[in-house]
């Protein structure tokens, strides 16, 4: 298999916002359309969509098929900057709030990466309340997409490193564009630091315990047909089938009655999330108190460095 490395929310019934059953859930499914036909692009009718954005983030709600599509938008690589996560989570409250939605379609604005993961800048030479603010930001939008009662699709058009992965791995289900320039998986070892046990956590639960272990210490980055064979991706599609196949697989998960789709999810979703919310603020304390070490800034120096300077 030729795997290639760069060289060198709340739970709980009732939580605010974010809690796996919206009031009203088992009410709207009663009454809820079947999908039956979905456009094979984002060609909806004016009357039927509500798009809305903001610096970072661009959503179009097709209202008549409840399906969103969201896309990061912060180029040059769409790094996963604190900006573009507090704009992730306002829209993505927007989206749980609107009740005529019932999935979202993740994907990127940028034509060759998904996301390049967490923004190394927010980690390197600040202070240790932005460090704070910066982890607090990360968790909030793993545990909305991870507990989220919508369906999450991915639609992976790029490359899709650590954070980027770690989006992925919170969806339900992940479609992956078939180039092999393109990488996905958790390389955080590559750059000196370790994915917490909550990456961890989601990866296990996705590709198995051996896979994860030889994954994550080896910082692998998978293109995609290794990718799929491990089961960090579910579909490979051409690139320009992302879209239309992202669109054709939400109609079938929307065929499921949604209360009991959520309540499956919760079933298997829950004990992961409620590990990190039992020590959320320990999580923050611990990332800010490694990412501080001398050690580590020195790492993530050398790493900002070698992306500049590598060969493109
Ligand atoms: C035991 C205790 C445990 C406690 C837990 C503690 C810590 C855990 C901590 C953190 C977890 C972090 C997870 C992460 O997500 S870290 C980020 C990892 N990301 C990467 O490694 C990706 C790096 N980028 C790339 O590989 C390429 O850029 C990419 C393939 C995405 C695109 O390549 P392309 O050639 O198109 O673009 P480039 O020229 O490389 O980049 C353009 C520009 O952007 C800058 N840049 C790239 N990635 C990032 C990034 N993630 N953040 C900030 N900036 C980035 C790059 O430096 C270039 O800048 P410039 O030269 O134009 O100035």
Redesign the pocket.
């Known amino acids: 298999m030729a795997l290639r490395a760069?060289s060198a929310l709340t739970w709980g019934l009732g939580g605010p916002g974010v809690g796996p059953l919206r009031s009203g859930t088992f009410l709207r499914c009663a009454t809820q359309h079947r999908l039956e036909k979905m456009p094979s692009s984002i060609g909806f009718p004016e009357a039927s969509r509500r798009p809305f954005s903001s610096h970072r983030i661009l959503v179009d709600v097709d209202q008549s098929h409840g399906v969103a599509t969201m896309k990061l938008k912060n180029p040059?690589?769409n790094?996963?900057s604190l900006e573009l996560l507090t704009e992730f989570v306002i829209s993505w409250e927007k989206l749980e709030n609107d009740k005529s939605c019932r999935g979202v379609i993740l994907t990127s604005n940028s034509p060759?990466?998904f996301s390049?993961?967490?923004?190394?800048?927010d980690?390197y030479g600040k202070n240790a309340a932005h460090y704070a603010e910066f982890w607090k930001a990360v968790q909030e939008v793993w545990l909305k997409l991870y507990t989220s009662n919508m369906v999450v699709i991915a639609a992976i058009n790029g490359?899709s490193?650590?954070?980027?992965c770690?989006m992925s791995l919170a969806s339900d289900y992940r479609i992956m564009a078939d180039n092999p320039k393109y990488?996905i998986g958790?390389?955080?070892t590559?750059?000196g630091?370790?994915?917490?046990f909550w990456?961890k956590d989601n990866l296990v639960n996705t590709i198995g315990n051996r896979a994860s272990e030889h994954a994550l210490q080896r910082g692998l980055l998978f293109p995609p047909a290794d990718a799929l064979k491990i089961g960090l991706v579910d579909q490979i599609v051409p690139e320009d089938k992302v879209q239309s196949t992202a669109l054709s697989v939400m109609s079938e998960w929307l065929k499921i009655p949604d209360h009991a789709r959520q309540l499956t999810k919760t079933m298997m979703r829950k004990p992961t999330a409620d590990r990190l919310l039992k020590q959320r603020e320990a999580d923050i304390q611990?990332?800010v108190s490694?990412?501080s070490k001398d050690s580590i800034q020195k790492s993530l120096h050398m790493?900002?460095k070698f992306?500049?300077e590598?060969e493109?």
Request: hydrophobic share 55%.
């Open positions: 760069v040059p690589v790094s996963l060759k990466i390049a993961g967490l923004d190394i800048t980690m490359s490193p650590a954070g980027g770690l990488t958790l390389n955080e590559l750059l630091i370790v994915a917490p990456f611990n990332f490694f990412i790493y900002l992306l500049k590598r493109k």
